[in-house]
């Protein structure tokens, strides 16, 4: 079991490494990056675009408790706890589960047809969870809970969020890149 120090370190190391990982497809074209394989499948811009929404979601929310109360804890030592039901999301996002999940309409990419700049938008988001963990030594993410976006009845610590997020940028971002494998792949 992993303390929330080592939580917070491998979310930023994570999503540092998911940002580099996803600027190989800045140098797309518009018609590469909304290309889909079927209609019903999400192009590379949906995926960034999804994660950009559901992060900012869950950043609203962590900027939001920070400011109004500071509960600290020796995160070097203090044990990661996760909520049973966060545990089976956690599952479920997980890069290793291959089975498609839907997704709830708060979390839908907000458009269809993209244009480069939803790269930037994804990469403030990103990096302001990064620059938003970092600065929180030591509070214990394990004291903050918040309602999901996605249903006010599931409750998550701060722990949970952290790890939904970091599995859940790398699924998408596999996602994205089996498109741009795929031999169907537009040239330009």
């Known amino acids: ?17 998911v940002l580099k990982d ?61 909520k049973l039901l966060s545990k089976f999301i956690i599952k479920s996002v997980n890069p290793d589960n291959v089975k498609k999940e839907k997704t709830f309409p708060v979390f839908m990419p907000s458009m269809s047809k993209y244009k480069k700049d939803v790269f930037g938008y994804f990469y403030e988001v990103q990096n302001n969870l990064i620059n938003l963990v970092s600065s929180s030594k030591d509070l214990d993410f394990n004291k903050y809970v918040m309602s999901s976006p996605a249903a006010k009845i599931i409750r998550e610590n701060f722990c949970d969020v952290l790890e ?3 599995l859940h940028d790398r699924r998408h971002f596999n ?12 040239k330009n």
């Open 1 to 17: 079991m992993q303390t929330i120090q080592q939580l917070k370190d491998r979310f930023i190391s994570d999503t540092e490494s």
């Open 175 to 186: 996602q994205a890149e089996k498109l741009i494998n795929h031999p169907n792949f537009p």
């Open 22 to 82: 996803f600027g190989k497809f800045k140098s797309l074209s518009e018609n590469q990056i909304n290309w889909k394989l079927i209609k019903q499948d999400w192009s590379i811009a949906e995926c960034i675009d999804h994660l950009a929404v559901t992060n900012k979601l869950y950043l609203a929310e962590f900027e939001k408790q920070f400011s109004k109360e500071q509960i600290n804890k020796d995160c070097s030592v203090t044990k990661a706890k996760h």
């Open 164 to 166: 939904i997020i970091r």
